[in-house]
């Protein structure tokens, strides 16, 4: 195998003549931060390490979590490599380590397979919301074509960003929700939910009132089930903020109601007043 995958969302993999390693080119388009100082989203990194491990593996995830240890920069190779310590007749364990030369950048330890069962269900329900076109469209405050915030629409159904947030203090509940969908024509599979996953920071300023955010030290994503849909409603709730970090977690619905993912995740926190 030597030619390079069809992006799966945001990212391209290549294969190696290792068949546990894979290569990505870290591009703008899978970025975000100031144009001189971008660097890989961790959602992008979170996202490329499960699809190598399902196309190593050629199994699905059920639950992943990604370290984040040091930044990637547009330009940049980042190489991953796939151990699987444990492969069992419906299950296998797996971890990836994402690195640049010497750099690791990125450790993602994960579980992947099924078993056969006749019991399907969720009690995690979908909000009852507006559909995203009734929303108002939200503009990320750094998006000047050349990022990850372009590639990605957003529609606000509840909470504060922009300039509604600053000096509006506390929030009651710390929640929000917002509609998300894949530009250029990109489907929704594992890697797209996985970089929606990472967006938890995002609501970090509605809980506290400020012009917030943060960077990830982790990213936990549980899957339950993966359909089609265009839009995924992002249902996050901001649980506490202490001691300069926050915490908080995320269901992700299709447009059905189907409870695609939960994660979750802890971050440093970043005040930009």
């Known amino acids: 195998m030597s030619d390079t995958l069809p992006p799966q969302n945001l990212f391209s993999l290549t294969p190696t ?37 399902e196309l190593t593996c050629g199994r ?36 990836v380590i994402g690195h640049i030369a010497d750099r690791e950048i990125i450790t993602v330890n ?12 969720q009690w995690a ?27 990605i629409e957003s529609r606000l159904v509840k909470g504060r960003y922009g300039p509604d947030r600053v000096n509006a203090g506390l929030s009651e509940d710390g929640h929000v929700l917002m509609w998300c969908r894949m530009k250029d024509g990109l489907p929704i599979n594992s890697g797209a939910v996985a970089i929606m996953a990472d967006f938890v920071p995002s609501a970090i300023g509605n809980a506290i009132g400020r012009n917030a955010g943060g960077n990830s030290l982790d990213n936990t994503i549980r899957f339950r089930e993966v359909v089609e849909t265009e839009w995924v409603l992002c249902d996050i709730k901001i649980h506490s903020v202490h001691n300069g970090f926050s915490h908080g977690r995320m269901h992700l619905f299709a447009e059905d109601g189907t409870l695609m993912a939960s994660a979750s995740q802890s971050v440093i926190l970043r005040i930009h007043d």
């Open 17 to 53: 003549h290792n068949p546990n390693r894979w290569y990505m080119p870290v591009t703008s388009a899978g970025s975000v931060g100031p144009a001189d100082r971008q660097f890989m989203f961790g959602g992008v990194g979170l996202a490329s390490a499960i699809t190598a491990m």
């Open 60 to 95: 699905k995830t059920v639950w992943a979590t990604a370290q984040y240890l040091s930044y990637a920069r547009p330009g940049e190779t980042l190489d991953l490599d796939v151990i699987v310590p444990v492969s069992g007749k419906y299950n296998t364990q797996a971890r």
């Open 125 to 151: 329900i979908m909000p009852d919301v507006p559909r995203p076109l009734e929303c108002e469209e939200m503009i990320h405050w750094r998006s000047d074509g050349d990022n990850l915030h372009d590639h």
């Open 110 to 121: 994960a579980a992947l397979g099924s078993r056969p069962s006749d019991v399907s269900a």
